[in-house]
């Protein structure tokens, strides 16, 4: 069943159940401490929060989501996309547990023909919270699952919570048995990579008290009004339902493999080290091109440099594979092919979102070609020199004279088997700053020539800390 399709019987399943349909909100709001929409649920939380009150009790949506927290995972596992749809169901204090167990199971389960996925329920499994006997309940009574298919779990894992003060409760989450081939018996509980998460029921019943953490509050006495946000995965259900291997694997992801295949002479599938990074590639393109579209442009800080840190990995990885032309206006092009009947909105913008590719894409292979060189000379005389370190000196050198910028130098010390001197590296971009200070203040333009890189290296440290974020040398190759 193709992606269009999965959305389309997703919404129609729960507006026939008398759901008001509700487009996708931007991935960008107008929200200092939300980088991106990562929910289905975030663009409704007024009502959840009782500030506004519904136009409808009940809704559904396809939320466009990112979670830069997935980034480390994309690639590697199965079942991790930094841009994927949410799909949900929500009760405002209309139904709860029942309706919400009942809505999820019986689109999962019924046939194509009526109007649902077709699941086979014998591959079925689900979670509870610990002490959630009324969603056990209904789950072996009212639905029919037998017990040693039903998983209690901890906090961490089946317990919800939006903040303090604000609404909290247990949830219940339903999981795809892909077989034996994929790892061990036990449930979700044992394997989450053979038992594949695809659909999250939130009971929003209690008022969240004090403590931070995930699994350290205080949970208060019941709201006055029970709520449910359901999201389930689309990408993930199209790949179960696709009998592919993975998320990247699915018909809005494929074709991304298939240029990159293209570009670069390589196949997918012959080299495990290779197809992380053709995975990368297409989920990177499909998020970069969505996050342009939706308003993102390439920067130095917040949303901007998960933005161009997207950009330059795919730039990286495709060379990696062997390409050596420019890459990315055929990589928007085959996105636009793929999701844009989705997101009509994104063909109407798709030269915009060309330009601002291609764009980063010319600025960062000028970078790599000046300062590809000295990093091979540098990485071979720390290997001459017995040490398995580049020096603080030698980044430094790296990104004063070529622009170089440390997260790349990473990067590429990590493939080449060596470390960086990271804290030289730093305090010698401090010296360089207390400099440029003086400078300035004598009126002297030191940084006149800067390429775009040396303006995010001197913007300081909160370079560093999106690098943290989202990168891991170990994961960027
Ligand atoms: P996982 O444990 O697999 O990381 P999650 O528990 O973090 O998933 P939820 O926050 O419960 O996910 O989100 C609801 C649903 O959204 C999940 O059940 C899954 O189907 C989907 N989903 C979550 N994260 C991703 C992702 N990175 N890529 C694709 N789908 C996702
Ligand atoms: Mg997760
Ligand atoms: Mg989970
Ligand atoms: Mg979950």
Known sequence: MQTHEIRRRFLDHF???GHAEVPSASLVLDDPNLLFVNAGMVPFKPYFL????????TATSIQKCVRTLDIEEVGITTRHNTFFQMAGNFSFGDYFKEGAIRHAWSLLTSSVDDGGFGIDPGLLWVTVYLDDDEAYGIWRDVVGVPEGRIQR???????????????CGPCSEIFYDRGPAYGVEGGPEADEDRYIEIWNLVFMQNERGEGTGKDAFEILGPLPKQSIDTGMGIERVAFLLQGVENV???DLLRPVIDTAERLSGTRYGVDSASDVRFRVIADHARTAYMLISDG????????GYILRRLLRRIVRSVRLLGAT????????ATVKEAIGPSFPETIAGYERIERIAVAEEIAFLKTLESGTQLFERAAEEARESGAATLSGRQAFALHDTHGFPIDLTLEMAAEAGLQVDEAGFRSLMSEQRARAKADSRSKKHAHADLSVYRDFLDAGETVFTGFTELTDESTLL
Do not use: K
């Not at 500030?51 to 009790?57: M, N």
């Not at 993102?296 to 949303?303: D, F, K, S």
């Not at 032309?325 to 928007?332: I, L, R, S, V, Y």
């Open 248 to 250: 990247y694997e699915t």
């Open 153 to 167: 779990r901890g906090m961490a894992d089946n317990y919800w919570s939006m903040g303090v003060p604000g609404p």
């Open 325 to 332: 032309g420019d890459t990315m206006a055929e990589f928007m």
């Open 50 to 57: 009782g500030q506004e009150t519904p136009e409808h009790a």
């Open 296 to 303: 993102v442009t390439p920067g130095n800080e917040g949303r």
């Open 15 to 17: 507006v026939r159940a």
